[in-house]
């Protein structure tokens, strides 16, 4: 799926898409969770308000240098 045609579903249809993707991590941004996915053919961020129990927008990209905020957090192994 490409990003243009993750953009044109509707946000049950992109929660959908999400779900059967691969959760690759987790940080906070603005006060809300964010979690990453990967789906083929792209990447989507789920921004989740947890006060408000509800997911308030995704964000789909291919630039793989928007994946740097999850590497800053991992840790590798010498």
Request: hydrophobic fraction near 40%.
């Amino acid at each position: 799926m490409t990003v243009y045609e993750f953009n044109d579903l509707d946000q049950q249809e992109k929660a959908e898409a999400v779900w059967r993707g691969t959760f690759l991590a987790e940080r906070i941004a603005g006060g809300l969770h964010v979690q990453l996915y990967s789906l083929p053919g792209c990447y989507v961020e789920v921004f989740y308000d947890q006060a408000a129990n509800q997911i308030t927008r995704f964000e789909a990209f291919t630039n793989k240098q928007l994946l740097a905020p999850y590497l800053a957090q991992t840790n590798f192994p010498i």
